[in-house]
């Protein structure tokens, strides 16, 4: 099963390659399990364990400082 999913993720990250015409492009890996698949996709592989959490962080704080600004101008 592990083998299969990361395969299918080398095809992924080929076709980008070939599509961007470039070579070792970084990956980004998140979720629960990701990790374990480090060792297996490569050394352009990396970890980001709440990759998710700080870019919903980030919108939110956001989108309160625009809330914030339209409130001090009425």
Known sequence: LVFGHVSALKGLIGRFEDEMDK????VVVTGDE????????????????????VGLYRIAAF????????RKRG
């Open 23 to 26: 070579k070792d492009l970084p």
């Open 34 to 53: 990701a990790e374990m698949l480090l060792p297996l996709l490569g050394e352009n592989t990396l970890f980001a364990d709440r990759l998710s959490h």
């Open 63 to 70: 989108n309160q400082a625009k809330i914030e600004k339209a």
